[in-house]
Nanobody
Framework: QVQPVESGGGLVQAGGSLRLSCAYS????????LGWFRQAPGKEREFVAR????????SYADSVLGRFTISRDNAKNMVSLQMNSLKPEDTAVYYC????????????????WGQGTQVTVST
């Protein structure tokens, strides 16, 4: 099964910005929403942001609200996560995932996952 592919991670200083992308080349008719999640070492995977696959109805975790923006690029069949004002506590592996149902903040509700991209924010 085709998986989504994340890109754009890296090392950045606190206060800096990164833009993550999630590309999916498989059939899209069965997917309804996409979420970004992150997992730091020793911690449970946590919700970051989600959006309808068709765009719209964006929602964010409180910890990133006002700093991160999720958006849909219809022409490229891609969803991006613009991350500004990054903090050391944002350091984690970031994953995008697809879900057939309505958007959810629970990672267990998502069926198809990418491999993740590492984001490291230094002080």
């Amino acid at each position: 099964q085709v998986q989504p592919v994340e890109s754009g991670g890296g090392l950045v200083q606190a206060g800096g910005s990164l833009r993550l992308s999630c590309a999916y080349s498989g059939p899209t008719f069965s997917w309804y929403s996409l979420g970004w999640f992150r997992q730091a070492p020793g911690k449970e995977r946590e919700f970051v942001a989600r959006i309808l696959w068709s765009g719209g109805s964006a929602s964010y975790a409180d910890s990133v609200l006002g700093r991160f923006t999720i958006s849909r690029d219809n022409a490229k069949n891609m969803v991006s996560l613009q991350m500004n004002s990054l903090k050391p506590e944002d350091t984690a592996v970031y994953y995008c995932a697809l879900r057939r149902g309505i958007p959810s903040t629970n990672y267990r509700d998502y069926e198809l996952w990418g491999q993740g991209t590492q984001v490291t924010v230094s002080t």
